[in-house]
């Protein structure tokens, strides 16, 4: 196997990582599934001494994301012996930016992963992300009959943001009234930790963000309802809760990733059905597809480059390379969405596609807990969005669309549309 510093350039890898690999990055991704399911990153990767790989095909990715003995999320469980009992809580003088997500389920391993996933799933059923449907369908309704007069909109922000952060937020419990405030938050934490900034203003952001959470918080106790948050208060596991920096850190990844998922899965989704028109219309002619579609949509271009960081626990051999111990492991997800081995014409929309599997929530225990609440999401905007407005077009040229970039992924800035 070729080196990949020979066949990709570095700036661009650099550009994978930091979901700033432009409008079209799946020409790239070809090349590198061509290269192999596991290619080396040719410098080392935050700070580490270890080889960094992309995993680029989809069996290989599986394997990463699933395969909790040999791979995981936190790199502190490589040298942590088996009877060692640690706490999750860190120290109550942590700053909001280091106690981020740092708690989350996507952030821990077995067996704390277990333990939270267990009190979590008490709360957070199919069932509970069904029963959303009626507020699901108000909601993009109400947002819907806003801009019908006007004939024009933009799509992400009058539409695609607002529809999922509001749902989150009444689902979670947060008063109507601060649903922008938490929107603004949610927006600048993402958007300057995608450029890789944490300056004051991010800082002031998580700072803003974690105060809310935690009194949001500590008013649920006093005055418990019928919300998410107050249900995650009083779940318990034989005799088991979760503890406060657990409650904050959940809080926070279910706003944050609530509706940034969702939000660019509806936006990007309606720009690649603009691009398709063959595909729209056989939405439009049957709306019975949307939920295959959604599917397609995820599969196509989904919301998240790629997964977070896996690291090795030990040697072994993936995708006939040798990983050491302590390497890192990248799941490129949009890459192997696209794997030719897994999907025939896999590099073409099709909405009729009969899908078995995709990566776009991941994989294995730390699959995106609110998949389900998403797929609920996108079916209700695309549905309510075809049927009110079937002449939906775009109103700028295609080459003026513009992107911006959030963590490891990319979504759209604005979408300006007319129907």
């Known amino acids: 196997m070729k080196h990949v510093e020979q066949n990709v350039p570095q700036h ?3 550009g994978v990582l930091s ?18 399911s596991v290619i080396p990153i040719p410098f080392p990767l935050g700070g580490s001494d270890n080889q960094a790989w992309i995993v680029t095909h989809i069996e290989e990715a599986m394997k990463v994301l699933k395969d909790n003995a040999h791979f995981c999320v936190d790199p502190k469980t490589i040298d942590r012996s088996n009877d060692t009992k640690h706490s999750l809580t860190g120290s109550k003088e942590q700053s909001h ?4 997500l740092a708690n989350s ?8 992963h277990r333990r939270l996933r267990t009190l979590v799933s008490k709360a957070f059923t199919p069932r509970f992300m ?76 998580l700072q803003a963000f974690g105060d809310y959470i935690k009194q949001l918080i500590a008013n649920k106790r006093e005055n418990p309802s019928e919300d998410l948050i107050s249900q995650l208060i009083s779940i318990e596991e034989e005799g088991d809760r979760l503890n406060e920096s657990e409650l904050i850190s959940l809080v926070q990844l279910l706003i944050f990733a609530g509706h940034e998922t969702t939000s660019t899965l509806i936006s990007t989704g309606t720009l690649m059905l603009l691009d398709h028109p ?14 295959s ?9 989904g919301p998240s480059t790629i997964a977070g960081p896996r690291y090795a626990i030990e040697d072994i051999e993936l995708g006939g390379q040798q990983i050491k111990k302590g390497d890192i492991l990248l799941p490129l997800l949009k890459s192997a969405n696209r794997d030719e081995h897994q999907f025939t014409n896999s590099e073409e929309l099709d909405v009729t596609r009969k899908i078995k599997r995709h990566l776009a929530f991941g994989q294995g225990i730390h699959m995106c807990l609110g998949a389900p609440l998403a797929r609920v999401e996108a079916d209700i905007a695309f549905t309510t969005l075809l049927k009110r407005m079937p002449n939906l077009r775009l109103s700028i040229p295609r080459e003026d669309v513009t992107w911006q970039f959030k963590l490891a992924a990319q979504g759209l800035a604005t979408l300006p549309v007319s129907f």
Do not use: C
């Not at 979901?19 to 192999?36: D, H, I, T, V």
């Not at 009959?145 to 799509?155: C, I, N, T």
């Not at 749902?167 to 958007?191: F, Q």
């Not at 063959?278 to 939920?291: C, N, S, V, Y």
């Open 130 to 205: 069904e029963s959303l449907r009626p507020r699901v369908q108000k909601i993009a309704n109400e947002l819907l009959d806003r801009v019908q007069d006007k004939r024009e909109m933009d799509l992400v922000k009058d539409y695609a943001n607002p529809l999922p952060i509001n749902v989150i937020s009444d689902m979670i419990g947060v008063p109507k009234s601060d649903h922008s405030k938490i929107h603004v938050w949610s927006e600048g934490i993402a958007n300057g930790l995608g450029l890789g900034r944490l300056d004051q203003e991010v800082t002031e952001s």
């Open 293 to 301: 579609a959604v599917e397609e949509l995820l599969r196509f271009n």
């Open 12 to 14: 661009a890898i650099l």
């Open 105 to 112: 389920l996507n952030a821990i391993d077995e067996p704390d």
């Open 97 to 100: 930016s280091n106690l981020f």
């Open 19 to 36: 979901g700033k690999s432009g409008e079209n990055p799946f020409p790239l991704f070809a090349q590198m599934r061509e290269m192999g």
């Open 278 to 291: 063959e595909q729209l219309e056989k939405l439009k002619a049957d709306h019975r597809l949307i939920p």
